[in-house]
T-cell receptor, first 112, second 114 residues
Framework: DQQVKQNSPSLSVQEGRISILNCDYT??????FLWYKKYPAEGPTFLIS?????DKNEDGRFTVFLNKSAKHLSLHIVPSQPGDSAVYFC???????????FGKGTKLSVIP | NAGVTQTPKFQVLKTGQSMTLQCAQD?????MYWYRQDPGMGLRLIYY???????DKGEVPNGYNVSRLNKREFSLRLESAAPSQTSVYFC?????????????FGQGTRLTVV
């Protein structure tokens, strides 16, 4: 079974600085990891993903890094904006697995 | 472009009452899911349906039942509500593509059991 751990429940960052959100996993068999963003009173929405064959994927201010030897991925937001304040979840995606596994989430607060 | 629609958005139940949470998606997705979100616990899978006609238990199925009525609809039923089922419930459907298995979520149902 794949376990996905987000060990930091919350993070506060000044506007304009870098936000780094982390996710650790246990099972090396996966196809993708995805990140979602969730605002209060809304469902999570897809943000960015990374394939197991890559070590980096970038989309505008958002970059996800994958370190397979450490079984660790991180989401970088540069520069952070107040509108980035939300809860961020990482999700494992594995071939043949229907049980989508999410981390517990990290609440990011970007302070103006 | 409705995506995933959940009803109701809010509900207050008394202990022992029953109710059904409705979910429908218009994206022709095969797989559908029910999650609950509690403070500090993240998203926990209650039940999922890999395809029409099949359902399977997730991490926290006790106290719940589901029905995959057709490809579009996946309902969650609480037969005898308990205060421990106070939570925010999310329905999701998924598509497999170039970004992995991507989940599309409804807006959630905030349920309070008193």
């Amino acid at each position: 079974d794949q376990q996905v751990k987000q060990n930091s429940p919350s993070l506060s960052v000044q506007e304009g600085r870098i936000s780094i959100l982390n996710c650790d996993y246990t099972n090396s068999m996966f196809d993708y990891f995805l990140w979602y963003k969730k605002y209060p009173a809304e469902g999570p929405t897809f943000l960015i993903s990374i394939s197991s064959i890559k070590d980096k994927n970038e989309d505008g201010r958002f970059t996800v890094f994958l370190n397979k030897s450490a079984k660790h991925l991180s989401l970088h937001i540069v520069p952070s904006q107040p509108g980035d304040s939300a809860v961020y979840f990482c999700q494992y995606s594995g071939a043949g697995s229907y049980q989508l596994t999410f981390g517990k989430g990290t609440k990011l607060s970007v302070i103006p | 472009n409705a995506g995933v629609t959940q009803t109701p958005k809010f509900q207050v139940l008394k202990t022992g009452q029953s109710m059904t949470l409705q979910c429908a998606q218009d994206m022709n997705h095969n797989s559908m899911y029910w999650y609950r979100q509690d403070p500090g616990m993240g998203l926990r899978l209650i039940y999922y349906s890999a395809s029409e006609g099949t359902t399977d238990k997730g991490e926290v199925p006790n106290g719940y039942n589901v029905s995959r009525l057709n490809k579009r609809e996946f309902s969650l039923r609480l037969e005898s509500a308990a205060p421990s089922q106070t939570s925010v419930y999310f329905c999701a459907s998924t598509v497999e593509g170039g970004r992995g298995t991507e989940a599309f979520f409804g807006q959630g149902t905030r349920l309070t059991v008193v």
